[in-house]
């Protein structure tokens, strides 16, 4: 969507007037600094959690263990970034004239800076990204050197790391000029040159992928967000204004989820090494690529293609009660529906189901997650170990893609990953400017743990 006269405006004043990104952060610094200072100080013996035996052997599963304030989720509110729930989010960040859904630089300006951003604001992140969106010749040559059948994750992993020889964070560190002070204000930029290219990387590595290999140079006139489905190729489609809309509220929807999920503590632990972003980014997508994690949404859409071929279609609620009975009995889950933490419908499904319901309510992918969604709750609350019988995001994500001609589904997980660099990058910029030490928990033996316990 072409900026109007109100945008030009805004990016006008900015350029010539207001802050820069860098000083916003830093005008934020002390006070932050300080409040880790007095809890260390004050609080440094309190205990904050404890861990059991269960714990050890349970993947630390709910173990409180590290800080970010980046998001947190709640189990009946869902996921809050910079405390603001996802509907604060959509309703609150400012948008392009006439469009749906939010600026992904605004979101990003919150993430980094902690505040609402105003239009001036999100048009400023966009901006930098504008300027830093070209990707180095050498990534398509590594891209293109790869196997036929590499993985989209994989590639996507190999893209970032290869641009590691464009960290300004490690060029500075090695210098030895760089004081522990400063560390953020390199970590920064290596921030917003990562993420400026990452709507580039994943359309390219789609069409290269699934299509014909061609790049489609971005149209510096589009947002970040709204950029991807120009790259991918669809700016000639009939929908295509629908799935820049879809581009908008994806990208602001997999942000994040909490500072200790696999990805995001994966780049903690990574960063708190002092390795740059780039090596740490990859790190935390290697993560994302788990079927655990963000390859899940793959699993959820391949069993709603299951049920279309079984039946032909749309089944009957009766029918398709069977169906997911049959599916648990024979010791299978439901993709897609329950939550480690939530104990309600997630709520970045139910605004992935909004957009559907008007933008392709005749669907019969679309119509049959709102089937599953109508039926399966019912059957999994019946089940006495079901926490949350609710649906997350990955149980719609897939099918929305799906019905714009993404049917490359492997490349779901990279466009996950495209989002939520945002939130482990801002993560890492925040642990370099509070001093966070290197990651080091300590290990026990089975032999140590018996003699403890007994």
């Not at 010749?137 to 293109?144: A, M, P, S």
């Amino acid at each position: 969507m072409m900026l109007d006269d109100k945008q030009k405006n805004a990016k006008k004043q900015w350029n010539g007037s207001m802050p820069s990104l860098q000083e916003r952060i830093a005008s934020r610094i002390p006070a932050r600094r300080d409040r880790a200072e007095r809890l260390v100080k004050e609080y440094g013996s309190e205990v904050v959690d404890t861990v059991t035996v269960s714990n050890l052997y349970g993947g630390n599963r709910g173990v409180r263990l590290m800080i970010s304030d980046i998001s947190h989720v709640e189990p009946y509110e869902g996921i809050r970034f910079r405390d603001y729930t996802i509907h604060d989010i959509l309703s609150t960040l400012p948008k392009t004239e006439g469009a749906e859904y939010p600026l992904a630089g605004g979101l990003y300006y919150l993430l980094l800076v902690g505040e609402i951003p105003t239009l001036s604001d999100a048009l400023m992140v966009e901006s930098e990204w504008r300027s830093r969106i070209e990707l180095p010749g050498y990534v398509f040559d590594v891209l293109r050197s790869l196997p036929k059948d590499t993985h989209p994750m994989t590639m996507f992993s190999q893209a970032i790391l290869s641009m590691q020889r464009e960290s300004i964070f490690a060029s500075k560190y090695q210098s030895g000029k760089l004081k522990k002070s400063d560390y953020w204000k390199s970590i920064l930029e290596d921030s917003l040159n990562l993420t400026a290219k990452l709507p580039s990387l994943a359309a390219f590595i789609y069409r290269l992928k699934y299509l014909d290999g061609t790049f489609i140079e971005p149209d510096l006139d589009l947002d970040w967000s709204a950029n991807f489905a120009h790259m991918v190729g669809k700016s000639q489609d009939p929908d295509y204004q629908d799935y820049l809309e879809l581009c908008r509220l994806y990208f602001l929807l997999h942000a994040d989820h909490e500072g200790a999920n696999a990805s995001s503590h994966t780049t903690h632990l990574v960063a708190s090494t002092l390795s740059d972003v780039y090596y740490s980014c990859s790190a935390g997508m290697n993560a994302l690529a788990g079927p655990l994690h963000g390859l899940a949404n793959q699993g959820c859409l391949k069993w709603i293609l299951s049920l279309r071929e079984k039946f032909g279609g749309v089944p009957t609620k009766e029918k398709l009660e069977e169906y997911a009975l049959e599916t648990l009995n024979s010791g299978q889950v439901i993709p897609g529906y329950g939550h480690a933490v939530l104990r309600i419908t997630d709520p970045r499904f139910s605004a992935q189901l909004d957009f559907g319901k008007k933008h392709m309510y005749d669907d019969e992918l679309f119509q049959l997650v709102n089937e599953v969604y109508e039926v399966v709750p019912n059957i999994l609350s019946k089940i006495d170990k079901v926490k949350n019988p609710w649906p997350n995001v990955d149980a719609i994500t897939g099918t929305l893609q799906y019905h714009y001609g993404i049917t490359g589904i492997e490349i779901y997980t990279v466009l996950f990953g495209v989002s939520r660099i945002m939130g482990i990058s801002s993560s890492v910029l925040w642990s370099r400017i509070l001093g966070l030490p290197i990651e080091r928990p300590k290990s026990i033996t089975t032999n140590l743990l018996e003699d403890y316990v007994s």
